[in-house]
Structure formats: C-alpha cells, structure tokens
C-alpha cells in the first residue's frame, strides 16, 4: 500500500502563524470529577511539526488531558494555549481529531460520512468529496465508498474515520491510539501518512499505549501518572540520560553466565534472544567473555534501554 502516491495537500486555509510558537502549551492544568483528581496541575509543551507522544498506563489522564485540549471540557485549573493563543472555539477547525473509540454512523455510506465530517469543518461539498475519494484511493478502498459503515470491518472503519480526521487538512492533529483493528499492512499505510505530514510541518499528537510505536514514530513525549508528568522532553535525550546498561544477546549453548549476579542485574528471555541488565559498575566486556566461553554467541549488541523499560521503571518508581 505504500506505494500509492499521497493525495495532493490542499493549500491550507490557516492563518499565518510564526515557526516559533509552541503547538500546545499545558501550564498547571487540573481537572476533578469530584473528589477523583484526574489530572494533576500537568505541564508540557508541543512544539511545532513532529509526532509528540503521550503516554502512560490506564487511568493516568491521558484521556481527560485530550477532552480538555479539544475543548470537551474545562479545566478546573491552569491555562491551555494553542498556536500562541489561549484555547477558544475558533481553533476547532484547526484541530483533527480520532478518538479510541469510534464515532461513526453506522447507516451512512462512506463517501457521504466523508462529506459529512468535512463539511462539519468548514469544506465545500465538492472539495469534500474531491478529498475524500482521493484520500480512498490512498487507502485502497474506493471501491467501498458507497457501503455503508455498518458493512465495513474494524480496520477499514478505522480508515474512514481517520480520512475523516485528516480531511480538512488540520494544523494540529490529535490520534487517540490510531493503528487499533488495523492489520500489519495498513498500519504501515497509516504509519507513512502520519510521517509525511509530520514532515510536512504538521503537529501530531498520538496517544497510544503501544511503546514500540512511540520509540519508532515519536520525538518528544510525555509520560503521566496519577494525571502528573512523570517525564516529558527529547525522547533521544530521556533514552541518553539512562545510559547503556542494556545488552541484546542471541546465543545458543549454556545460558549459565545470565547467572552471574556481580555481572547481571535482570534479564528477559523473548525465546530467540535474551536482554540483559548489566549490573551497576559491571564492565559489558566482561560479560562477553563470560558468555563466549559458555555459548556460542550471533549478537552481542549494547543498547540503550527501551522506552517500554523506561516507562515501567518510571511508573514503578512514582507508584512507590
């Protein structure tokens, strides 16, 4: 699917705006439902162009940061600037928005729900349906532009309503974990859109509970728990920050050197290779040597950590 040239970009109706602005800005937000704080005086910046990721586990605020940003409801506390200017309804139409869960009308037919929600920001019927079927024949399925939602599978409605999320050509675009129901082909299709916008000067907002998602696509994220960032900036830099202590192994023999606690902290077996946590002040050379003299080795690599490690120290540590 890939290699389906892109729809042309319309020329956007977006006022000018300087390269300098952040995105989004987060000062202080709170927001209660009733005595339950689901987000807690939160703070983080979205600058301009990029895919920002932000995450955290169930019941972080993820979701009641997002409702808060599109406006669904105020906060309680804090301020929320958009494009340099305090949040207001005039900058919904610069938004793009899909939700985790879908939003669709089951008895509308494609092509007419495309039209529908592009015409719901502000496009033209014809420049609507003009967008639409371009944007279908991106995705490979014009020829279901006249079935109706309710006949479509899981991944295919999550196409439309993504199309319906983009169709407007937004400044800011908001993705509510976008590749559920999508199997692995169309999730690169997605993946190649989501890139060549960001590229195109496009600020993409994806939360998503998928780590390895967020290290492939992601730039800069933010990580909250109990609704309060736990960690947010550079991705490479939060990475950087935690050194090289992880080590990729693929071996076959005696695994009896993962054994060795003077060199060893932890490690997880995946079956075809093992990563290991060198312990504190441990030397990686060492370990080599220990583990060659044992098994034969066919990688022996020295990584950063994962951010999926990253997040579970992070959120072990702020759930202590």
Known sequence: MSSVQSPVAPPSNSAPHSVAEDTVQLTGVRKCYDEFVAVADLTLTIHPGGIYGLLGPNGA??????????????PDAGQITVFGEPLGRAHMDQFGYLPEERGLYKKMKVLDHLVFLGQLKGLSS???TKRANSWCERFEFSSWVGKKIEELSKG????VQFIGAILHDPRLIIMDEPFTGLDPANAVALKDVLLEMAKSGKTILLSTHRMD??????????????????LEGDLNQIKAG?????????Y????????EKRLVQSFNDYGNYVEVRLAPGADS???????????????????????EEIFIDVVGKSNA
């Open 213 to 230: 998602q967020v290290e492939r696509l992601c730039q800069s994220i933010c990580l909250i728990n109990h609704g309060r960032a736990v």
């Open 285 to 307: 050379q060492e370990l080599l040597r220990l583990a060659s003299s044992h098994a034969r080795l066919d990688r022996f690599e020295v990584m950063e950590p994962s951010l």
């Open 126 to 128: 014809t420049e609507a």
């Open 156 to 159: 295919m409605q999550q196409k």
């Open 242 to 250: 935690y050194g090289r202590q992880n080590i990729q192994i693929k």
């Open 61 to 74: 605020g993820k979701t009641s940061t997002i409702r808060m940003l599109m406006g669904i409801t105020i």
């Open 252 to 259: 076959d023999g005696d695994a009896r050197f993962l054994q």
